[in-house]
């Protein structure tokens, strides 16, 4: 005899959350691909490149290139500001990382590691040394290769992605300049309007893996009020001892979508799990669901407009 659909309910409510998330992103990979290619910028994290990032996300991108027919372009842009060793004792051969923090004693030795902006102070709140510049640089991607779909990005990455998501929303400079009196950075002069009225239009969605929000009394705070509404899928690691899951579940609160299908750990540490097939499987099934929305609201407008008017 079948379950009845109240005894599967109850059966699901038992297994842990983040089980119950896997497995609806899972169910999700069966929907259908959409129609039409889509394109990724993909962000790197702090100390790397874009080629690096590259490199080490090759299976993730084999993955979705097959999960995605019509096709699936990844672009990514190496960071503007290039980092000296001083800049981090993981550079400097210690063996530990952060996000971003610099020295004041900085060496002049040129490395191949670039960062979106230099992480300043002792705690929370962090001042975000470049931040424009970093920006500045994200903004002459999207202009000049855009449009794009949506954004992936990596630790600082991660960060700067929801920043994208962020400025790139209706009304988002409105935002900045009621902050702006009590300490809050400008809107940067980089997502100022061209004069066809934008610089690029608002991304259908956001990934971030070990990402986090700046907490604290600081001049960021209107990148998440109000709250972002792009929808941002979260990765976490269980095992992460970079970036705090305090300051993750910071930038999930600062998202309007943060329901628990949302946020997906997986059972590792400060990397982006490329080859595990839960991990993989809810970021195909997060974009499947998005574009499928799209292709949806698309198909529900062109059937408005076919229709006849009575007058």
Same mark, same amino acid.
């Given at each position: ?193 061209? !004069? ?63 329901? !628990? ?51």
């Amino acid at each position: 005899m079948p379950a009845s659909p109240t005894h599967l309910s109850h059966l699901r409510s038992l297994i842990p959350s983040r089980f119950r998330t896997r497995y609806y992103w899972h169910t999700m990979t069966s929907t259908a691909a959409p129609s039409r290619p889509i394109k990724l910028l993909m962000l790197h994290g702090y100390t790397q490149s874009g080629p690096l990032f590259q490199a080490k996300t090759g299976a993730l991108r084999k993955s979705l290139q097959k999960s995605f027919p019509a096709g699936c372009e990844l672009v990514y842009p190496t960071a503007p500001i290039r980092l000296t060793p001083a800049d981090e004792s993981f550079l400097a051969g210690s063996g530990t990382a952060r996000d971003g923090e610099g020295n004041d004693e900085a060496e002049t030795e040129e490395i191949d590691a670039w960062a979106w902006w230099r992480r300043k102070g002792q705690g929370e709140p962090y001042t975000y040394e470049g931040l424009e510049v970093g920006l500045g640089k994200i903004a002459d991607v999207l202009r000049t290769e855009g449009p794009f779909d949506g954004v992936v990005g990596f630790s600082q990455g991660g960060a700067c992605a929801a920043m994208i998501a962020s400025l790139l929303e209706p009304g988002r400079r409105k935002g900045f300049e009621a902050q702006y009196e009590d300490g809050g950075m400008r809107f940067p002069e980089s997502f100022e309007k061209d !004069e066809e009225g934008v610089i690029h239009p608002p991304l259908k969605f956001a990934v971030s893996y070990s990402g986090f929000a700046a907490r604290g009394k600081n001049p960021y705070h209107a990148f998440y009020e109000p709250k972002i509404k792009t929808k941002m899928l979260h990765f976490l690691g269980t095992q992460d001892v970079v970036v705090e899951e305090a300051r993750s579940l910071a930038l999930v609160e600062a998202c309007e979508n943060k329901e !628990e299908k949302y946020v997906v750990y997986h059972p590792g540490g400060h990397f982006l799990p490329s080859t595990q097939k839960a991990s993989v499987s809810a970021l195909i099934g997060f974009i499947k669901e998005v574009m499928q929305d799209e292709e949806g609201e698309k198909k529900e407008e062109e059937s408005v407009e076919n229709m006849d008017v009575p007058f």
